[in-house]
């Protein structure tokens, strides 16, 4: 069997970039796939990529909302009949200064990351300890969680804020079988609707290269001297929810060929 066969997993944030291919893999691996997304569309659409309502259905939730929230971990329920794996991937990055970010921004930051996967925690952890059969949590958190960088400062807050909700829930969930880890990329260019919508650009202008050659930027100053991808961040994924590591716990995985060792 399939590593993952059998398993339900609900991905926020999966129409698009490292959800998505979070979502793509998993599904590979023999899951059955939420994908939970503000674009109805685009999330309907990455589902029937994935084969269809047996193996995926998209739905439309945003994390800043209780009940929509609460409406995604039911579709789990719903059409698959359990929950066993969490993906807080839900993010967007607004990439200001501290002397140009508003209070709106610092609340629409705080809003979708660090509030919108406490709620997402909170509902799928009611059901992963009234389920009795252990599971994963995994927060796609970043680089920036730990390591400043300029021009970030209110998405960089939220990734700490997120980084810390992994280690508060690895502790209050561990006597339940379940596993809390977080991710950080960094890096991931292509096919991030983050980078597309004007974080590439910006960056890019930081950095004083083309916006096209942003990947190849970052691949160079890595020590693997590689460009990371999404799939890569779905490699993580997979290590963590369907490898033997039944043994950790608020853990952080760096997937940015080596930027935060150098
Ligand atoms: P992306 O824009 O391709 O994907 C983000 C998805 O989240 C989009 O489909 C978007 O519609 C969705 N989303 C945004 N707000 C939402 C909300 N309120 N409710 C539900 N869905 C919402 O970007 P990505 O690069 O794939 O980013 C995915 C995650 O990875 C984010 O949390 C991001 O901070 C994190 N991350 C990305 C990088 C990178 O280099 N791309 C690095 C570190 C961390």
Not at 66 to 80: N, S, T, Y
Not at 96 to 118: P, Y
Not at 242 to 247: F, I, N, Q, T, V
Request: aromatic share 4%; with cysteine; net charge negative.
């Amino acid at each position: 069997p399939k590593p993952l066969a059998g398993r339900i997993a609900l991905v926020t944030g999966a129409a698009s970039g490292i959800g998505k291919a979070i979502a793509t893999r998993l599904a590979a691996e023999g899951s059955c796939v939420v994908i939970a997304d503000l674009d109805l569309e685009k999330a309907q659409a990455a589902a029937a990529e994935l084969g269809g309502t047996d193996v995926a259905v998209g739905i439309q939730a945003n994390v800043t909302d209780e009940a929509q929230v609460q409406a995604a971990v039911d579709a789990a329920l719903l059409a698959f009949g359990g929950l066993d794996i969490v993906i807080n991937n839900a993010g967007l990055s607004l990439s200001k200064s501290l002397l140009e970010t508003t209070v709106a921004d610092w609340d629409l930051q705080h809003n979708v990351m660090a509030k919108g996967s406490f709620l997402v925690s909170r509902a799928a952890a009611r059901v992963l300890i009234d389920q009795k059969l252990g599971g994963d949590i995994v927060y796609i958190s970043s680089k920036n969680s730990v390591f400043a960088g300029p021009n970030n400062i209110a998405y960089s807050a939220t990734k700490a804020d997120q980084a810390h909700q992994v280690r508060l829930l690895a502790a209050e969930l561990g006597e339940y079988g379940v596993k809390v880890n977080g991710i950080n990329p960094d890096g991931v260019v292509r096919g991030s609707g983050i980078f597309a919508g004007g974080w590439g650009a910006k960056r890019a202008a930081v950095y004083g290269v083309p916006e096209e050659e942003l990947g190849k930027y970052y691949a160079q100053r890595t020590l693997l001297k590689r460009e990371v991808l999404p799939e890569n961040v779905a490699n993580a994924v997979f290590v963590l929810c369907a490898s033997d590591l039944s043994h950790t716990t608020g853990l952080h995985i760096p997937v940015d060929a080596g930027v935060a060792a150098a």
